[in-house]
Nanobody, 123 residues
């Protein structure tokens, strides 16, 4: 089993920045593909960003390309999502997720989920 705990979500104005963090435990972190997904009210959960075991492969959903940056620190068992130039449409609950795959690029490829952290962007 893998336990994931997110932090960093809050209310921010449009154009602002936030950094989400996710601490993992329960399995060797460097053998987990990590990622972030989000779910807005009334919408399905969508993939946002993914990073491979060693951080050499990264993928983003097109809507966040150039604004969000995913990274990981295997020594700290932590994955991050730096979010810049936030828009109102980024408002959602953001979930950290882990996969046994080297990299997982859709929500249904993840095996473990955190409890979620709310990000609200006011316009």
């Amino acid at each position: 089993q893998v336990q994931l705990v997110e932090s960093g979500g809050e209310l921010v104005q449009a154009g602002g920045s936030l950094r989400l963090s996710c601490a993992a435990s329960g399995r060797t972190f460097s053998t987990l593909g990590m990622g972030w997904c989000r779910q807005a009210p009334g919408k399905e959960r969508e993939f946002v960003a993914a990073i491979s075991w060693t951080g050499t492969r990264i993928r983003y959903v097109e809507s966040v390309e150039g604004r969000f940056t995913i990274s990981r620190d295997n020594a700290k068992n932590t994955v991050y999502l730096q979010m810049n130039s936030l828009k109102s449409e980024d408002t959602a609950v953001y979930y950290c997720a882990a996969s046994s795959r080297i990299i997982a690029v859709s929500a249904d490829e993840y095996d473990y989920w955190g409890q979620g952290t709310q990000v609200t962007v006011s316009s």
